[in-house]
């Protein structure tokens, strides 16, 4: 899903942040629908049914924590929480009830378009649009579980492969340490030092510098994504 044709509703109850919002979305040919309260988000939602949801977590009529696990009953859109919360805490806590993706104001518009088209690619990863992942010279096939990069099979082990497996199906979204814990593991109360040194060799592997990785980044205190 690209740009165009892509429909977001802005969920902010701060009317001057709403417009700037509209202004900078329509300038990169995203539809805009707009609401103030998370009752009117949740009637947007089910009337018109957009592609991804900005959405500000300090509304006046309910908890934005709560609204997004509300929005996730009714479907699996993306979700990009903007708000001016920066406590790692609450950051893991939005990721955990099921947003794909946090960006803490004030934020800068080149940002917040890479965020959204991130989550926009996740989403058609969701619906089986692709099975794999092409970022530069990397590239992983879901299908066969072959990973290259610059042309070359790269060797990983079983627990790489599989937290790199995590990372592309769901590129472009934040993963929670727990979140990878508990897929990879299969156990939340693993010491998530064992997945830092996992993706510390992955990176050795999959990044052309992993002391600047390009690819496998680290949101502090929260989690990985991949890009």
């Known amino acids: 899903m690209t740009a165009d044709g892509a429909t977001i509703l802005i969920v902010e109850d701060e009317p ?5 919002l509209r202004t900078t979305l329509a300038a990169h040919e995203y539809r805009t629908l707009e ?3 998370g009752a009117e988000a949740l009637q947007a939602m089910r009337h018109h049914r957009p592609d991804l949801i900005l959405l500000d977590l300090g509304l006046p009529d309910r908890d934005g924590l709560e609204l997004i696990a509300e929005i996730r009953k009714l479907g699996p859109v993306p979700i990009v929480v903007l708000s001016g919360r920066g406590e790692e805490a609450t950051k893991v806590a939005a990721l955990d009830s099921g947003a794909d993706d946090y960006v803490t104001k004030p934020f800068g518009a080149e940002e ?3 965020r959204l088209r991130a989550a926009l690619r996740h989403r058609l990863q969701q619906q089986g649009a692709d ?3 092409t970022s530069g010279t990397l590239k992983v096939d879901l299908v066969r579980r072959l990973v290259e990069r610059e042309g070359e099979t790269v060797k990983l082990s079983p627990k790489e492969y599989d937290i790199l497996e995590q990372l592309a199906i769901h590129a472009g979204k934040v993963l929670t340490h727990r979140h990878l814990l508990r897929e990879v593991w299969r156990d939340e109360a693993v010491d998530p030092q064992y997945l830092r040194v996992y ?3 992955l ?6 510098d992993p002391a600047s990785p ?4 680290t949101e502090p205190g929260v989690g990985y994504r991949l890009v």
């Open 16 to 20: 001057p942040i709403r417009r700037l």
């Open 203 to 208: 990176r050795q592997k999959i990044e052309t």
């Open 112 to 114: 917040l378009m890479a």
């Open 35 to 37: 609401a103030g309260t």
């Open 199 to 201: 993706i510390r060799q």
């Open 131 to 133: 099975r794999g992942f």
């Open 214 to 217: 390009q690819h496998v980044l």
